[in-house]
C-alpha cells in the first residue's frame, strides 16, 4: 500500500505497543487496519475501537514509510490466529479482494470471490461500543 490513501485518520494503521493487551500481548508492536478486529475477552474489538492515545494508538503518515505491506490471512472459515502472539481475526470479506494487489493471483486459483461468514462472536466496531470495564483496562495498562 502507498501512504497517500489515507486521506482521513480514520484510515490511518493503530499500532498496538508490545504488552497492551496483557499478559505481554501482543509480544511485540502489531500494526493493524483499525477495522480489523482482535479477540478480547470473548468479543471482536476492532483495533480502533480501542485507541487510547498511548499504548494504542492511530500511526501518523509521517511515521509510515511510503510503501507498506498489510498482509490478509483468508482460511475457509472466519478464525481466530495469533498476530505477534494476540488472538486476531482471520480475513472477513467486508472489503472486496478487488482493491488488493494479487487479486487477480487469487482468482487464478480460486475462480471468482466467495462469500466469507463472520464467526459468531460479537463485534465492537466503534469507541463508544467498548464495554467500559475493556476501556478501563486497556488504560491502566497504558498509564503503567
Do not use: Q, W
Not at 13 to 23: F, Q, R, T
Not at 44 to 65: D, H, K, L, Q, Y
Not at 95 to 120: C, H, P, Q, T, V
Amino acid at each position: 500500500m502507498h501512504n497517500n490513501i489515507f486521506i482521513s485518520p480514520a484510515r490511518a494503521p493503530v499500532c498496538i505497543s508490545s504488552g497492551a493487551l496483557g499478559d505481554g500481548l501482543p509480544h511485540s508492536d502489531l500494526f493493524l487496519t483499525a477495522e480489523h478486529g482482535l479477540i478480547f475477552d470473548g468479543l471482536v474489538i476492532n483495533a480502533g475501537a480501542m485507541i487510547n492515545g498511548e499504548t494504542i494508538r492511530t500511526v501518523s503518515m509521517a511515521e509510515m514509510p511510503e510503501v507498506f505491506v498489510y498482509y490478509h490471512v483468508e482460511t475457509e472459515d472466519h478464525d481466530v490466529i495469533l498476530a505477534n502472539g494476540a488472538p486476531a481475526e482471520t480475513f472477513i470479506d467486508y472489503k472486496e479482494r478487488r482493491s488488493f494487489d494479487n487479486y487477480d493471483e487469487y482468482l487464478a486459483l480460486f475462480g471468482e470471490e466467495r462469500s466469507i461468514e463472520e464467526m459468531n462472536m460479537p463485534r465492537v466496531s466503534a469507541a463508544r461500543l467498548l464495554p467500559p470495564a475493556i476501556r478501563a483496562r486497556l488504560n491502566t495498562r497504558a498509564a503503567a
